[in-house]
């Protein structure tokens, strides 16, 4: 392959097939200005669904138990689907591009995606668990292979395509909680509306459809292989990833799942306690954007990442020791805290010596992260249960979000390749 990058005339390749610097990132690619569009398109209608299939399910979870007749068993098995499949799909996201390429298997993964979404709109309960596994398989697979999408399409502006991504991921779940509610009694049907999400769904799988084609016309052909994700275990870029991702995820499904209940039994009511939510997820959008911005300048990474990890710390210590009538201060702090996620997808979307490298890094990164933060909501549930309150789940979250500040400095280091 010539050393020199194509002309903007001539049809794009992968970087993956490109030639990389010595320090091992890809040399941007020209790619033809349509396809460019095309890919944010794409990228922006992917992140809007990247969330509202879980948010919209959560909002309605009272309903759909009133209506279908399932019982606590299965109440306490849907929303514990999600993570798992992260972990479990999403361990499988590096084969499957190996095999197909990373276009190809987000496709597969949004029809999936789609195609669970819709199931959830029958009915009945073995629909809506049928339903949930399917559509989270899919949103699994486009978790782990986003970054690696992004970083194969947006070479040069990696910091600024994961922004757009995180935010309108942040916001499709946001507007779809907030919708659901008003939707489904407007169907008169629980089911009708969670399905509806389905629509969404849809959009962006016939969004990413000219992607997929234009990387069948000029990309090389999948090798079938692909880079194993778990001897990246035993470097040091490979666990430090693994870890910042595992304790991001396992505080922030922590407080998403607990967070307006906690208030509720501390004293504030129920639409108070929602209001303190809305305000939590509201910051994290401006904040993943702050932080990305602050990390991308020269030197900023390390400043980044304590900024965001004091933030977090300072939150959970408020939130354990002021009364509920003051949960603004730490709904606010612990919203900021939560932007650290865009900032962990920049560093993998950079990680590797090339695309396939990328991939199995988010697979490894990921499929752990998600299955160890299961314990995140079932741990702090099971604690409240036990001692009656919220000091002895904080205290640990306590303890964790400082971990997080921890891990953030070894892989800030300049000795993590």
Not at 64 to 73: C, D, K, N, R, S
């Amino acid at each position: 392959m010539s050393a020199t990058p194509p002309s903007p005339a001539a049809p794009a390749t992968s970087p993956a097939s490109a030639a990389a610097t010595p320090a091992g990132a890809p040399v941007p690619v020209a790619r033809p200005r349509a396809a460019v569009v095309f890919g944010v398109i794409a990228l922006v209608l992917i992140g809007l669904n990247l969330r509202a299939g879980i948010t919209g399910a959560s909002a309605l979870l009272h309903d759909l138990q009133a209506v279908l007749g399932y019982g606590p068993l299965v109440a306490a098995i849907i929303p514990s689907i999600p993570t798992l499949c992260f972990a479990v799909a999403g361990a499988a996201t590096s084969w499957l591009t190996g095999r197909v390429g990373v276009e190809k298997a987000i496709l597969l993964a949004l029809a999936m995606l789609a195609g669970g979404l819709l199931l959830r709109g029958i009915p009945a309960t073995g629909m809506l668990v049928a339903g949930t596994v399917a559509g989270m398989s899919g949103l699994a697979v486009c978790n782990v292979a986003m970054p690696s999408f992004i970083r194969e399409h947006f070479a040069s502006r990696t910091s600024m395509m994961t922004a757009v991504y995180t935010v309108t991921m942040t916001t499709g779940g946001t507007l779809t909680s907030v919708a659901v509610v008003p939707l489904a009694q407007a169907l008169g049907s629980p089911s009708a509306a969670l399905g509806s999400i389905g629509i969404m769904a849809c959009a962006a799988l016939l969004g990413f459809l000219p992607v997929v084609l234009h990387a069948h016309r000029h990309s090389a052909p999948a090798t079938g292989t692909g880079v194993p994700p778990w001897p990246l275990l035993r470097t040091r870029k490979g666990a430090l990833l693994t870890a910042i991702f595992t304790l991001q995820a396992l505080l922030a499904y922590a407080l998403l799942s607990w967070f307006p209940y906690m208030l509720t039994t501390l004293g504030l009511s129920a639409s108070d306690s929602g209001l303190m939510f809305g305000v939590m997820q509201l910051v994290s959008v401006p904040a993943g954007v702050t932080l990305i911005a602050l990390g991308s300048r020269p030197g900023m990474l390390r400043p980044a990442f304590y900024l965001v990890s004091a933030t977090m710390v300072a939150g959970v210590a408020l939130l354990l020791f002021l009364p509920a009538t003051l949960a603004l201060v730490p709904a606010v702090l612990l919203g900021f805290g939560l932007g650290i996620f865009p900032l962990v997808m920049v560093m993998i979307s950079r990680s590797g010596k090339d695309t396939a490298e990328t991939t199995a890094l988010s697979t490894l990164a990921q499929s752990t992260g998600y299955l160890l933060a299961t314990a995140g909501p079932f741990g702090m549930g099971m604690l409240h249960s036990v001692t009656g309150g919220w000091t002895l789940p904080l205290a640990l979250l306590l303890g964790l979000a400082v971990l997080q500040m921890a891990v953030a400095h070894l892989l800030t280091s300049k000795k993590v390749k």
